[in-house]
T-cell receptor
Framework: DAGVTQSPTHLIKTRGQHVTLRCSPI?????VSWYQQVLGQGPQFIFQ???????GRGNFPDRFSARQFPNYSSELNVNALLLGDSALYLC????????????FGQGTRLTVV | KNEVEQSPQNLTAQEGEFITINCSYS?????LHWLQQHPGGGIVSLFM???GKKKHGRLIATINIQEKHSSLHITASHPRDSAVYIC??????????FGAGTILRVKS
């Protein structure tokens, strides 16, 4: 049974470009959360989606957006990339909004140059 | 003040040693997670606790809700335990709030 899968695994973009990161949750999981982990720090919450609706948003600018599809996969979009957006972007899936255990993907390492 | 503080930030141990990593927090929580992150980024969930103690193999996690404190213990540590260990809080919303992590290196 596949775990949480994220694509791509690595990505290099130039300042000002936009990027789309993708996440497929574990089969049967309806909630997807996105986290940003800057080098040397713990992950920071960006978004949570459940049943295709945004259920939580962290303290990130409007350049960050996301959506969830009917098959519960999710995309994270970042516009007008800045050097400071360079980070590991993690996706976590869980069964429902409140249910506890979260399963993480391997992450997408984004480098903005 | 951060909602979650981990200590130590860095830990080097000899193979076989008993290791303790601590997590203190300042907010109400519904659960606390201990996570393991290897180089390259992948995160594995080790434990989710809301009370008491859990054990899995050589790993033991405890939580004291009144004192807002949790510990992760590794018995008979091994070089393959080398990783970053992260404490994460689940509040009464849904997001996880992560600690900065403890970098553990176990030398043979």
């Amino acid at each position: 049974d596949a775990g949480v899968t994220q694509s791509p695994t690595h990505l290099i973009k130039t300042r000002g470009q936009h990027v789309t990161l993708r996440c497929s949750p574990i089969s049967g999981h309806k909630s997807v959360s996105w986290y940003q982990q800057v080098l040397g720090q713990g992950p920071q919450f960006i978004f949570q989606y459940y049943e295709k609706e945004e259920r939580g948003r962290g303290n990130f600018p409007d350049r960050f957006s996301a959506r969830q599809f009917p098959n519960y996969s999710s995309e994270l979009n970042v516009n007008a990339l800045l050097l400071g957006d360079s980070a590991l972007y993690l996706c976590a899936s869980s069964l429902a909004v409140e249910v506890g255990e979260a399963f993480f993907g391997q992450g997408t390492r984004l480098t903005v140059v | 003040k951060n909602e979650v503080e981990q200590s130590p930030q860095n830990l080097t141990a000899q193979e076989g040693e008993f290791i303790t990593i601590n997590c203190s927090y300042s907010v109400g929580i519904s659960a606390l997670h201990w996570l393991q992150q290897h180089p390259g980024g992948g995160i594995v969930s080790l434990f989710m606790l809301s009370s008491g103690k859990k054990k899995h193999g050589r790993l033991i996690a405890t939580i004291n809700i009144q004192e807002k404190h949790s510990s992760l213990h590794i018995t008979a540590s091994h070089p393959r335990d080398s990783a970053v260990y992260i404490c994460a809080l689940r509040g009464y919303g849904n997001k996880l709030v992560f600690g900065a992590g403890t970098i553990l290196r176990v030398k043979s």
